[in-house]
């Protein structure tokens, strides 16, 4: 596939510096902040529900995590969505935990029910609980999910209209009629907490700055797995690399990823 699209939208958000919104959860909130800043994004994290349907009005794209979950904060994802999809501004969903527990499955399911999401993020075990698979998610990580996973996310884009993404050691996207891979990525990525949290950041950043949720998200994915690349590649355990990815993700150029993102198609 031809990078450069990759790379042009990479390109746009280092020049634009969108606002993400983020209603996202208290363990990697920090985190989601700086990598944002550092894919060329500005965060803002405001979950009151007297101020996320205002601050999502002023946003390029809205992320919302459900990742330390409690009912006050799926009503402010449900004011902040709508003025989102008021505005015509994209909401990424990441779900995560969905299928551990009836309070997380049932949330995302009334998330999915109220508002028009753009691009919903998960592990195998998450996408393939929504789409309605023989699946298992263990606390917030996938425990595996039964049948052809490129299948089951494609079928659950062509039902929803969304953008689905099942993370992993090769990341699926699809909206229902074209299929991406992205390969890029180390394993020392799932060492750390948060870089999934983190990667659906960086996706609310790309997504600011593009109309095809696809592109969007491949860039987003490429990009992130890049920078976990080159992390890994100077650092002597989790915590050298946690402070590398950051770095790498703020020194990765749109050149980088054009020569550097290992996307494919079907």
């Known amino acids: 596939m031809d990078n450069q699209v990759f790379s042009e939208i990479f390109s746009r958000a280092r020049e634009q510096h969108p606002l993400v919104h983020h209603i996202t959860n208290y363990v990697t909130v920090n985190d989601c902040a700086n990598i944002t800043?550092?894919?060329?994004?500005?965060?803002?994290?405001?979950?009151?529900?007297?101020?996320a349907g205002e601050m999502a009005g002023f946003a390029g794209a809205l992320v919302l995590n459900i990742g330390t979950l409690n009912p006050g904060i799926i009503g402010s994802m449900i004011l902040a969505g709508k003025a989102a999809n008021d505005h015509r501004i994209p909401i990424i969903l990441d779900p995560v935990g969905a299928g551990a527990t009836r309070l997380r499955t049932e949330s995302t399911r009334r998330l999915l029910d109220t508002l028009e999401i753009a691009v919903i993020k998960g592990n195998a075990g998450e996408i393939g609980?929504?789409?309605?698979?023989?699946?298992?998610?263990?606390?917030?990580?996938?425990?595996?999910?039964?049948?052809?996973?490129?299948?089951?996310?494609?079928?659950?884009?062509?039902?929803?209209?969304?953008?689905?993404?099942?993370?992993?050691s090769t990341d699926i996207i699809t909206d229902g009629r074209r299929v991406l891979f992205v390969e890029n990525g180390h394993p020392m990525m799932g060492g750390i907490s948060g870089t999934g949290c983190m990667a659906s950041s960086v996706t609310g950043v790309c997504a600011a700055v593009s109309t095809d949720m696809v592109t969007a998200a491949a860039t987003a994915l490429a990009a992130f797995g890049l920078a976990g690349e080159r992390a890994a590649a100077q650092s002597r355990g989790p915590g050298s690399f946690k402070a590398a990815l950051f770095d790498e993700m703020a020194a990765l150029t749109p050149d980088d990823l054009k020569w550097g993102a290992r996307v494919t198609s079907t």
Do not use: W, Y
């Not at 060329?40 to 007297?50: I, L, T």
């Not at 990580?141 to 953008?163: C, H, K, P, W, Y």
């Open 37 to 51: 800043i550092c894919a060329g994004g500005a965060p803002v994290m405001a979950d009151a529900p007297e101020e």
């Open 129 to 168: 609980v929504l789409a309605g698979a023989a699946a298992k998610v263990r606390g917030v990580d996938s425990a595996g999910v039964t049948g052809d996973l490129v299948e089951i996310t494609r079928d659950f884009a062509q039902e929803t209209g969304m953008t689905v993404v099942a993370s992993g």
